[in-house]
């Protein structure tokens, strides 16, 4: 993946010819689009919450209080100029097949990404830290004692 790119300051929006006149350049020439990280993080786990099965994402405690809190908690991403990479870490709900989850998140945050962003993303890393038990099983476990 590329490397992040800073700011430019200053942009050039016409080209000398050689006779020494300005043609006017193509609009879509005139500057670049970034992306910041954090951005790709909020598009991701967006996409990510609306898969069947994803009880939460973060979840590790350890993590939570290691890491930085908002929208995108649980979720990180590098963004280059035409490459993105995303590590999801998720919470899944007894009962959901791990890897059923795991590869409809995947999809889902790719195809969001791109269309959003157009950046190709290159990987979707997803780290299942826990499987939730709902409450009501766990009541009816100690009902069966």
């Not at 020439?29 to 790709?40: A, S």
């Given at each position: 993946?590329?490397p992040k790119s ?65 929208r995108h908690h ?72």
């Open positions: 993946m590329e800073t700011h430019p300051q200053t942009t050039q929006a016409r080209a000398a010819s050689p006779q020494g006149a300005t043609t006017e350049q193509p609009i879509r020439t005139r500057g670049k689009t970034y992306v910041e990280d954090e951005v790709v993080s909020v598009i991701a786990r967006i996409a990510a919450e609306e898969v069947p099965g994803v009880h939460k994402i973060g979840g590790s405690n350890l993590r939570q209080i290691m890491s930085r809190f908002g649980g979720v990180d991403a590098e963004v280059g100029m035409e490459e993105a990479a995303v590590d999801v870490e998720i919470v899944v709900d007894f009962g959901h097949p791990i890897r059923d989850v795991a590869e409809e998140m995947r999809e889902r945050v790719i195809l969001a990404v791109e269309s959003m962003t157009g950046r190709r993303v290159v990987e979707v890393n997803i780290f299942v830290v826990d499987v939730h038990v709902a409450k009501t099983e766990s009541r009816s476990r100690r009902q069966l004692e």
